[in-house]
């Protein structure tokens, strides 16, 4: 059985309980992370911290834990479950109040951190590549809950979601109000142009400033491919040479259909691929050591 922090204490799974009158559950009142290890390493833990950190900060939640105490529990929760690969996701709630939308005067937060496995897509689909569709539900605007913010409410994300698999394809693109591609349901998209350029939308349309995003633009820079951060229509997606999606969860993953065109040849291309193993490699020889 696993092991679970919550507020302070280490428990079991079963016993990993919150309250119904928790903010989370009642008004997805919270923010989380999703991070992964790599035999015994934390990838990118800083980075998730911050932004876990910056999330709260945004819908002035403070967190009760320094960043050093909330990565030595990190550590600790991955340690309890003798894991070595695995996907950590920390949560934290306001905290618990009467029913009532009013959020002042909640009680002090709910900390929880869960370390466990995920299911990844299958092998032949990192190696054939994914199919997509644009869903017809938007992106949410920014000034309404910056998509910025990984708060407690994906349920745009989840409804996006059902959309791909209603229509047969993997994974669902989100467009912005004003039309743009933005990303994907929990995935940053990037474009690799006819003309050499590696292209993903600026964060400002909606995009979640990945961790993944970041590793990738940086591994580009560094193979010498110029990358821009850019605004791109559908047409520019269906006419691109290749593409592909970045997430902790997904890593990157080929795409190479989107609303029925094939994208470039219909295979993973060949950036794509050297993008992948470059940040493989990554993910073996960096991270926070929990052992
Ligand atoms: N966009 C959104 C909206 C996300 O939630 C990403 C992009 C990729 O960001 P990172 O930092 O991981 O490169 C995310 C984060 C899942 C799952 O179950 C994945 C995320 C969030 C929630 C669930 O795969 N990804």
Redesign the pocket.
């Known amino acids: 059985m696993g092991i679970v922090y919550v507020n302070g204490e280490f428990v079991s799974t079963e016993e990993a309980k919150v309250s119904v009158y928790d903010r989370g559950l009642l008004y997805g009142d919270g923010v989380f992370e999703?991070i992964r290890a790599y035999n015994g390493r934390v990838f990118k833990l800083d980075e998730h911290i911050d932004r876990l950190y910056e999330s709260a900060h945004s819908i002035l939640i403070d967190i009760p834990l320094t960043k050093e105490e909330f990565k030595e529990n990190l550590a600790e929760t991955i340690r309890r479950n003798q894991l070595r690969d695995s996907y950590i996701r920390p949560i934290v709630t306001r905290g618990i109040k009467g029913l009532g939308i009013d959020p002042w005067d909640a009680m002090s937060p709910t900390v929880i951190i869960i370390a466990d496995k995920i299911n990844l897509y299958s092998s032949k689909m990192y190696e054939e590549g994914i199919s997509a569709v644009c869903a017809s539900t938007i992106r949410n605007n920014p000034n309404a809950c910056n998509?910025q913010i990984?708060s407690l409410n994906?349920l745009n994300?989840a409804l996006a979601k059902f959309e791909a698999y209603l229509a047969g394809a993997d994974e669902a693109l989100f467009l912005n109000p004003q039309g743009y591609v933005v990303?994907a349901a929990?995935?940053?998209l990037f474009i690799y142009t006819k003309e050499g350029v590696l292209i993903t939308p600026p964060t400002y349309l909606g995009a979640?400033r990945?961790?993944?995003?970041d590793a990738v633009i940086a591994i580009a820079r560094d193979k010498g491919i110029p990358v821009k951060e850019e605004p791109f229509t559908r047409h520019s997606l269906y006419n691109a040479v290749e593409s592909f999606l970045?997430?902790?969860?997904?890593e990157i993953i080929p795409l190479v259909k989107v609303d029925g065109r094939v994208i470039g040849d219909g295979r993973p291309g060949k950036v794509t691929r050297d993008i992948m193993a470059a940040y493989r490699e990554l993910t073996k020889t960096s991270g926070y050591p929990v052992y």
Do not use: F, H
């Open positions: 999703g998509p990984k994906y994300s990303e929990v995935d940053n979640l990945g961790i993944t995003r970045t997430g902790t969860a997904a």
